[in-house]
């Protein structure tokens, strides 16, 4: 049973608009949500984290929200880059907080 | 330098092949993961280590074993390869403490083929 997911599994976005990309949840435990971003032949780098004290947290570009009575996280990035081309995996801590629990992900593509 | 080394970073063997994937870290963090991921799929947990004498199984570590040498080394072995073990393996740290103590620190990864 996947307790993070990410159904979208791509999303094409022009340069300069905004890329909202989404993530369910079913473990209403989960208290700390994270987003990894990813390039091909690379490990997966941290992104953003927001805690469930918090509806939003931002970061430049990056703006995570956090919807806690529908289960949903958004990741949003404005402006979208070229270089943001990526996959993008969202993640929780297990309820023993002994490790993450990733989504599929969703593969983030931007045109120029 | 990286602060997650993983070696090799690309592997082909042959079934029933032993074959030992490494991991060392430079972060001093005692919190150590193997995860592995299949394409069009997020990352699966494999083994987890929280210190040198802690060794614990993830969700999918039936064929698998790991070996905890130091603080910063965490090895992961296949003792008898399967082909549906091909995959992207992923070593992970972090350090368990305070309001960023989950957030996990990634090595590049390695490809492993198992023909």
Not at chain 1, 49 to 70: P, W
Not at chain 2, 11 to 30: A, V, W
Request: glycine share 8%; with cysteine; net charge positive.
């Amino acid at each position: 049973d996947q307790q993070v997911k990410q159904n979208s599994p791509s999303l094409s976005v022009q340069e300069g608009r905004i890329s909202i990309l989404n993530c369910d949840y079913t473990n209403s435990m989960f208290d700390y949500f994270l987003w990894y971003k990813k390039y091909p032949a690379e490990g997966p780098t941290f992104l953003i984290s927001i805690s469930s004290i918090k509806d939003k947290n931002e970061d430049g570009r990056f703006t995570v929200f956090l919807n806690k009575s529908a289960k949903h996280l958004s990741l949003h990035i404005v402006p979208s880059q070229p270089g943001d081309s990526a996959v993008y995996f969202c993640a929780a801590p297990d309820t023993g907080r002994r490790a993450l629990t990733f989504g599929s992900g969703t593969r983030l593509q931007v045109q120029p | 330098d990286a602060d997650v080394t993983q070696t090799p970073r690309n592997r082909i063997t042959k079934t029933g092949k032993r074959i030992m994937l490494e991991c060392s870290q430079t972060k001093g963090h005692d919190r150590m993961y193997w995860y592995r991921q299949d394409p069009g799929l997020g990352l699966q947990l494999i083994y987890y280590s929280f210190d040198v004498k802690d060794i614990n199984k993830g969700e999918i570590s039936d064929g698998y074993s790991v070996s905890r040498q130091a603080q910063a080394k965490f090895s992961l072995s296949l003792e008898s390869a399967i082909p549906n073990q091909t995959a992207l393996y992923f070593c992970a740290t972090s350090d368990g403490q305070g309001a960023l103590g989950d957030t996990q620190y990634f090595g590049p990864g390695t490809r492993l083929t198992v023909l």
